[in-house]
């Protein structure tokens, strides 16, 4: 019976090969440092569904931004657990992100025919930086609150276009309800969407031309 | 796998699935009694809520009354107001009807009319008598009643206020 079922869907919509080109692609050489990729990918998807569920209690306005994550940490089952998993994700993920693109740069892997590959790979590390930049604003305490302050500011130190740059990130000259707004923009939709898009093609690629060779003795 | 060789792509498959399963499991589980934590909670608040003198009660007139309840709703407080008439019958300090002037069909507030004789729902034209019963309009039933009420030492009438 399910069989059958499993037969007509695969017929439809290729399973089997979606399946045997997806997952089933063979590796040069097994590593653990090959790993980093999905591990990326992984925290980028455990990042976004503990995202979404935190924004079930957030909200992002300077009134109640710090009670709604202190009602988050105190007043929700478990919701210690769901901020603390992204809490910690995030720096996990700037980590294994950075690291992932040093093991590509150490093996040489971004030659060809790889070098788009690379490059929106330089892309997704800098969304995933934006990320955790946008992302430390939203709990509005003082330490966010001072953080963003100096972050804006050095953006700010750029010559001639510095203060439009301050004043673009901010939405004004200050720090404000504003900041807060745009910054959760930011980072509930347009930096995910940005990472996804790229995340889709980067993975296509890889797909596409397969593990690089590890580096023998005369590379 | 009966008979055959327990290969090596086997293994990796299942321990994927399984590892897969429990964070999946681990993360699921939690994020659903996070998702339905507010539904599972009963709040039950009572407490007794002084309404007013009873020798400001007048046998025969509704006495209108209010009070605020505050309510901490996650991390916001929000304070709702209730209201109500007590309609003594007689001078007998247990012999009164008191109604809480929400409307029984969409919980608009209701107003007594003197010339009328009647409480008037200004939303749809319910219209209630004096002790509470349906004389017209869309409500589906009377006028809820505070069935708890005392009467304290020095003369202030007191209800029992339940919430859920």
Known sequence: ?????????????????MYKNLLDRPEPQGS??????????????????????????????????????????????????????????????????????LRVFVTASFKYPRELTWLIGVGLFLLTLGMGFTGYLLPWDQKSYWATTVGTQIAGSVPFIGDFILKALRGGPDLSALTLQRFFSAHIWMLPAALAGLIGVHLYLIIKHGESHWPGKED | MPGKEFSRRDFIKITTGVVGGM?????????????????????????WVPIGKLSDMQVGTPFQFSFTRVQLNGWERTSTSYGGYVIRKSDDPTDMVILNSRCTHLSCTVNWQQDAQAFICPCHDGKFSVDGKVLGGPPPRPLDAYTDFRVTQDGVLEIFYKEG
């Open chain 2, 23 to 47: 964070i999946g499991l681990g993360l699921g589980l939690p994020a659903l009694a996070y998702l339905l934590d507010p539904a599972f909670r009963t709040t039950t608040k009572e407490a």
């Open chain 1, 32 to 101: 653990w440092w090959n790993t980093l990729g999905s591990a990326s990918l992984f925290l980028f998807i455990l990042q976004g569904v503990t995202g979404i569920f935190l924004t079930v209690y957030y909200t992002p306005s300077p009134d109640h931004a710090y009670d709604s994550i202190n009602y988050i940490m105190n007043g929700v089952a478990l919701g210690w657990l769901i901020r603390g998993i992204h809490h910690w994700g995030a720096t996990l993920m700037v980590i294994v992100v950075f690291v992932h693109m």
């Open chain 1, 1 to 17: 019976m399910w069989t059958r079922v499993y037969q007509w869907l695969d017929e439809r919509l290729g399973l089997n090969e």
